[in-house]
């Protein structure tokens, strides 16, 4: 009756905003699954196998050697002409080439798109079972009659002299994928395109383990010129893209912790991307930590005392790969050093990619059974939510007890795989955060990415940096510093670093304030007078001040009309003076050039990347960029900074915006 009771009240009590999985940051599916429009796809087994659950029109997955053998008993009896198969390369190698055997013999037009990543990512990035090249791939698709093969890289340079690659073999850049495609869908036999690309969690480990060049250059989001429109999330499909919300509106950033630097980004059509070339992060330096910090972390008293039971039941929320195992195993660890016994059980899968990820970690006293490692149903001594979106799940609040459990919460929200596909899907974190602590006994909330960024360089550590919080709180009564610190010496992942994320959680459970950002910007204006002004001094600098007061005429006039019909209302005036303003300062040539060069991108440059580090920034002027001759698209261009003080004169010279000396003004899109 207990448990159901706890069922019904938490079926009641949980959040509707879902985590699910998706490709990682540079994943090379991001793109590789796409289709062009008014095509289909065929799913297969492997990552790309989450096509199905996207925008991508793939459907009906088939166990592994039978990829698109559905389609050889469909395609005589349908209109459809044509389909494409997505099959991974591990697939391929175990039986996926009996399914394009099959499909030559029937000779029905099928694309088969053969993702070579070099591992078997689902399962952990392992090499496949045998040896199987890109040339060797070749070789064996003629043998078995394919005639039309097209191979497709991020570095097709590394094939263009290969000699044992046939010179009727189209080689051809990424960007090219969506020109093939097509192309590819009108032949009338079986067709394959490889796509060579490695895994991107596979390159991050070996990167990692210095099997792996890093790559010396990085990404950054002018923020002032970004407009929000999510292009590049619509070119990159990329997690990493984040939305932040500014006095402006939604913009985005890019999340330099799970960037796996596959650039893709830069495809959106936007001058707000820019390369940062051998910058290291800031924040990454512990030497250059203020030595107050040190000081309060030697004076932090004894955790605080609490009592103990016969077994304390831990649960670890967050996001997969974001070190959340890594916690459960450190606290197994811990526990065997101080000689308690231990359980622990993880629910990942498909979790790895993004997706909700929960470890369950039991500790008791040696001579007490654990019986079994998973938390029981309501009975979580603690809850080390290091995601608010899986932790106000039901996954999770079937373990926890609102008069049991206590929680320490990171109060980072980060977006969920929605907000790839939907640019505008909205994150209530308030409401969140009301649901799980009306779910728990107690509630310990910190913001522990923002203190991963600032001190660390990395938000990977925010999961360490809660568990010092909750051991510094005495919610881990059962275990030791020394023991937690030695089993992090034994992990021998970023030693120090995890050390001093530890003791930063510690600290920030006593003395917050000290390690917080106190950058200096702006609030929000809240009234609608101090979003007026806010708004005119804009357009004052974007233009001069008879623009600004041009704009604010308009929304007085809209302000006493709003007045005399609703007395007290200012809902429409609050309306126009936002977007009025966003419509009277669009982003032209111009305005780029001023935000560039007003400061805040050195600023915001500067807090973000130590030193001075080289820049080049991504633009397409017109008339020099050109278009791409298969989309149709603008380029962009790179430019180095040199560009900046003809930026600053660009910038003096807004007074022509309005005039027919404007040199930008005669382009079929400013003449709407």
């Keep these: 009756a207990d448990i159901q009771t706890h069922r019904d009240f938490v ?6 905003t ?8 540079g994943c090379p599916h991001n793109r590789s699954t796409k289709v062009p429009e008014g095509s289909r796809a065929l799913a297969g087994v492997g990552c790309h196998y989450m096509a199905q659950i996207m925008d991508r029109d793939t459907d009906m997955v088939s166990q592994m050697g039978g990829e698109g053998a559905s389609w050889i008993g469909q395609a005589p009896f349908t209109d459809e002409r044509h389909i494409f198969v997505n099959l991974g390369d591990g697939t391929y190698f175990h039986s996926g080439l009996l399914a394009i055997r099959a499909a030559v013999a029937a000779n029905v037009p099928i694309t088969y798109k053969i ?10 990035g392992q090499p496949i079972d045998g040896s199987l090249s890109v040339p060797q791939l070749i070789a064996q698709l003629r043998a078995e009659g394919v005639r039309k093969i097209s191979l497709v890289s991020d570095a097709p340079e590394k094939y263009t002299a290969a000699s044992d690659i046939p010179a009727d073999i189209e080689i051809a850049h990424r960007n090219r994928f969506p020109a093939i495609q097509k192309k590819l869908r009108d032949y009338a036999g079986v067709s394959v395109i490889i796509y060579d690309q490695t895994c991107a969690s596979e390159k991050r480990r070996r990167r990692k383990r210095g099997k792996m060049d890093e790559p010396p250059r990085r990404l950054f989001i002018n923020e002032a010129v970004c407009e929000g429109c999510g292009d590049c999330s619509v070119q990159s499909s990329c997690a990493s893209i984040e939305p932040v919300e500014t006095e402006f509106g939604r913009k985005r950033r890019i999340n330099q912790s799970s960037c796996n630097k596959d650039y893709s980004c830069l495809e959106g059509f936007c001058p707000s991307f820019v390369s940062v070339m051998n ?3 800031a924040g990454a330096d512990m030497a250059a930590e203020p030595p107050e910090i040190g000081a309060a972390i030697a004076a932090l008293p004894a955790p605080a005392a609490q009592p103990v039971r016969d077994t304390c039941n831990i649960l670890i929320t967050g996001i997969g790969g974001a070190g959340v195992t890594t916690v459960g195993a450190l606290l197994a660890t811990a526990a065997h050093i101080d000689g308690l016994a231990a359980a622990t059980l993880d629910m990942t899968g498909l979790a790895q990619k993004g997706g909700a990820v929960l470890s369950h970690v039991r500790i008791g006293a040696a001579d007490m059974p654990i019986n079994g490692p998973q938390v029981p149903e309501g009975q979580a001594d603690l809850l080390l939510a290091g995601d608010m979106v899986v932790s106000a799940g039901e996954k999770t609040l079937t373990h926890v007890d609102r ?3 206590q929680t320490v919460l990171n109060t980072h929200l980060s977006p969920t795989a929605a907000f790839i596909e939907n640019t505008r899907t909205k994150y209530d974190a308030a409401e969140m955060t009301r649901t799980i602590a009306g779910n728990t006994a107690r509630l310990h909330a910190l913001e522990a990415t923002q203190i991963a960024e600032r001190w660390l360089g990395d938000g990977v550590y925010a999961n360490m940096i809660l568990l010092g919080m909750a051991y510094q709180r005495g919610l881990l009564p059962m275990l030791t510093r ?5 089993a992090i010496g034994l992990n021998g992942t970023a030693v120090a670093q995890n050390l001093r994320a530890f003791d930063y959680g510690r600290l920030a459970a006593e003395q ?3 390690l917080y950002r106190a950058d200096n910007v702006h609030p929000f204006p809240l009234s609608l007078d101090g979003l007026i002004a806010r708004r005119r001094k804009h357009l004052g600098d974007y233009q001069d001040t008879a623009y600004a007061d041009r704009y604010s005429r308009l929304v007085a006039r809209v302000r006493a009309a709003e007045s005399r ?6 809902a429409l005036a609050e309306a126009v003076a936002r977007n009025y303003a966003k419509l009277l300062a669009y982003k032209d040539e111009f305005e780029v050039a001023r935000l560039y060069t007003d400061g805040r991108f050195a600023d915001s440059l500067a807090r973000q990347f130590k030193g001075k580090p080289k820049i080049k920034l991504h633009i397409s002027p017109p008339l020099v960029a050109g278009r791409d001759p298969d989309t149709g698209r603008p380029r962009k261009i790179a430019v180095g900074s040199w560009i900046l003080p003809a930026f600053k004169l660009l910038a003096r010279m807004k007074g022509l915006r309005q005039s027919p000396l404007n040199p930008f003004g005669w382009s079929a899109d400013r003449r709407l």
């Design 11 to 16: 079926a009641t009590h949980l959040s509707s």
């Design 565 to 570: 019909i609703r007395p007290g209302h200012t």
């Design 403 to 405: 008069r049991r459990t």
């Design 279 to 281: 910058g290291d992060l």
């Design 482 to 486: 020394d023991a937690i610190a030695q």
């Design 115 to 124: 993702l070579y990543n070099d591992a078997v990512a689902m399962t952990g």
């Design 18 to 25: 879902q985590r699910t999985p998706f490709f990682c940051s």
């Design 512 to 514: 917050p304030d000290i």
